[in-house]
């Protein structure tokens, strides 16, 4: 069996991953608007809203470029969606602690210039607001350079259910100078994040979080919020970075 390097049989990744495609789109009619802004090369990390399990397998079918995933470890328990999540090149993170494991595979998949989706809220969302984001993707964009491709999904699952896929411009996350704690880095995934995603999924009532953080004024019409970013302010808080999970399903 032939392996990518991550533990992925490539043989079995491409086939799989055009039948997704042609699930998604040809028979449940998933309408996919800027799949184009995912950078061809280069390291990139694809954060969008979490509703659904199916969601981490319905972005990468998306992407037009290989990809791996991080998704809670409970998902591999299911009958039908573990062995797909494994052979889609999936990984599965600790919710909850420290995943040393997780973070190293996710590192190494950046450091080789790789894709990698996540989704920042680390859990799913059973009210359709947007919650607050975990510090993993501005952990893993600063240390390795990568761009961030906000996407917001929007719409049911299901044959013609309205399932609508939004890809928004890349994202070169601003920092302050210094190590940077869990608080501070949650701070940024909320300020240069979660609103874009938000837009992207026509979020009109965001969680808490992100409404105090990323989203001031903000017109809503036709059903579609727009809301205006704030950029995080700079600060040097002491400490170092680390202490909770990457971001994940």
């Not at 449940?28 to 979490?50: K, S």
């Not at 052979?87 to 909850?96: D, E, I, K, T």
């Not at 240069?192 to 009532?205: D, F, H």
Request: charged fraction near 20%.
């Amino acid at each position: 069996m032939a392996r990518d390097g991550q533990g992925t049989d490539i043989l079995a990744y491409w086939p799989l991953w055009a039948l997704l495609r042609l699930w998604f789109q040809g028979y449940m009619g998933v309408r996919v608007t800027g799949a184009e802004r995912v950078p061809a090369r280069g390291p990139v990390l694809v954060c969008g809203n979490h509703r659904s399990v199916w969601d981490p397998i319905l972005v990468g079918a998306l992407v037009r470029r290989r990809a791996w995933y991080i998704a809670k470890m409970e998902l591999f328990r299911y009958p039908m969606l573990g062995p797909i999540l494994r052979m889609v090149g999936a990984f599965p993170v600790r919710r909850h602690a420290a995943d040393r494991t997780a973070l190293r595979r996710s590192l190494a998949v950046l450091d080789r210039q790789g894709a990698l989706v996540l989704f920042p809220e680390g859990t799913r969302s059973r009210t359709g607001d947007l919650g607050k984001g975990a510090p993993g993707a501005a952990l893993l964009a600063l240390r390795t350079g990568a761009a961030v491709v906000p996407v917001g999904i929007r719409g049911g699952y299901g044959f013609r259910g309205g399932l609508e896929v939004r890809f928004g411009d890349p994202i070169r996350l601003r920092a302050p100078a210094g190590r940077l704690r869990s608080r501070e880095l949650s701070a940024i995934v909320d300020s240069q994040i979660m609103g874009e995603i938000a837009r992207l999924a026509g979020t009109v009532t965001p969680g808490p979080e992100v409404t105090e953080r990323a989203v001031q004024g903000g017109a809503c019409a036709a059903g579609e919020c727009r809301p205006k970013l704030v950029e995080h302010p700079a600060v040097e808080p002491p400490g170092a970075a680390g202490g909770r999970r990457p971001g994940c399903p």
